[in-house]
């Protein structure tokens, strides 16, 4: 059974960074993909940052250039790098896995996914 656990939130001033990190277990494959969403109270969940073991990457608009996905050489551990952040970042960060193979314009879609941690709080003060 595929688990996956998040760590690295907190509460942050506007302008500040955090790295989130995600420890997979289970196997990855060169077609695997995780990604990082998040959910904001009383929003829907939104994709942020998805990578894949085949080099593809993809992120949220509003993230770009802010946020940088990664994983270790392993496949097994995700992080996401946050600079910038601002209040419209505060949210429930989970990660999440799939090893089935998705299309580019599925990588942040919350469907496509089918392992998910239980997430880490990320706030974000003015």
């Known amino acids: 059974q595929e688990q996956l656990v998040e760590s690295g939130g907190g509460s942050v001033q506007t302008g500040g960074s955090l790295r989130l990190s995600c420890v997979a277990s289970?196997?990855?494959?060169?077609?695997?993909?995780m990604a990082w969403f998040r959910q904001a109270p009383g929003k829907a969940r939104e994709g942020v940052a998805a990578?894949?073991?085949?080099?593809?990457?993809r992120y949220t608009s509003s993230v770009n250039g802010r946020f940088t996905i990664s994983q270790d050489n392993a496949g097994n551990t995700l992080y996401l790098q946050m600079s910038s952040l601002k209040p419209e970042d505060t949210a429930m960060y989970s990660c999440?896995?799939?090893?089935?193979?998705?299309?580019?314009?599925?990588?942040?879609?919350?469907?496509?996914?089918?392992?998910w941690g239980q997430g880490t709080q990320v706030t974000v003060s003015s």
């Open positions: 999440a896995k799939t090893n089935v193979v998705l299309g580019s314009a599925s990588l942040l879609l919350e469907y496509a996914y089918n392992y």
């Open positions: 289970g196997h990855t494959y060169r077609y695997t993909c």
């Open positions: 990578i894949c073991g085949d080099g593809r990457l």
